[in-house]
Antibody, heavy 116, light 111 residues
Framework: EVQLVESGGGLVQPGGSLRLSCAAS????????MSWVRQAPGKGLEWVAN????????YYVDSVKGRFTISRDNANNSLYLQMNSLRAEDTAVYYC?????????WGQGTLVTVSS | QSALTQPPSASGSPEQSVTISCTGT?????????VSWYQQHPGKAPKLMIY???KRPSGVPDRFSGSKSGNTASLTVSGLQAEDEADYYC???????????FGGGTKLTVL
């Protein structure tokens, strides 16, 4: 059974940093593109970033370029999102998603709240 | 990146059919056959309903179908049931297949 379990969310002040993690199981993690997708409270879905299976290519939505970094550790079946210079508008539930490029498996999400 | 355009709401009575549109551009929806649709119930993670325009994952009822014409994709739900009431989002490749984009979402109400 495919499972994606996010962790690392929480409350952070504007300008602060946070690192999200996603533990993957039930499939050969190193074969697949992976994405982060977020959803602000009461709003729609927004694709944030994705990463190639070997980590050699990474792409971002314009609003997070230069502030967020996606990475992965295939040996430990883990996906990460390093978020720096956080802003109030980054407040959202962040989902770890398998990217094929349709998003066939989703984690339960982790809430990031940026507020003073 | 601009979000794909969906109507904010749609509705239908039980057993009726409803179609939700998703309009993009020649750079995203019109440029590929990697359009997908997601269902999201309140407080839950989204669920894949349609991929590659018209393919259904295992376990998704055949009441759900997808199509595309030019820069507009559509999701049709036939034989509406109460449990179909949810938010629906479309998604597509964007920018030469390196990025992804979602529609703004459509709230489907079963009357």
């Amino acid at each position: 059974e495919v499972q994606l379990v996010e962790s690392g969310g929480g409350l952070v002040q504007p300008g602060g940093s946070l690192r999200l993690s996603c533990a993957a199981s039930g499939f050969t993690f190193s074969y697949y593109w992976m994405s982060w997708v977020r959803q602000a409270p009461g709003k729609g879905l927004e694709w944030v970033a994705n990463i190639k299976p070997d980590g050699s290519e990474k792409y971002y939505v314009d609003s997070v370029k230069g502030r967020f970094t996606i990475s992965r550790d295939n040996a430990n079946n883990s996906l990460y999102l390093q978020m720096n210079s956080l802003r109030a508008e980054d407040t959202a539930v962040y989902y770890c998603v398998r990217d094929r490029p349709h998003f066939d498996y989703w984690g339960q999400g982790t809430l990031v709240t940026v507020s003073s | 990146q601009s979000a794909l355009t969906q109507p904010p709401s749609a509705s239908g009575s039980p057993e009726q059919s409803v179609t939700i549109s998703c309009t993009g551009t020649s750079s995203d929806v019109g440029a590929n056959n990697y359009v997908s649709w997601y269902q999201q119930h309140p407080g839950k993670a989204p669920k894949l309903m349609i991929y590659e325009v018209n393919k259904r994952p295992s376990g998704v009822p055949d009441r759900f179908s997808g199509s595309k014409s030019g820069n507009t994709a559509s999701l049709t739900v036939s034989g509406l049931q109460a449990e179909d009431e949810a938010d629906y989002y479309c998604s597509s490749y964007a920018r030469s297949k390196t990025q992804r984009v979602f529609g703004g979402g459509t709230k489907l109400t079963v009357l």
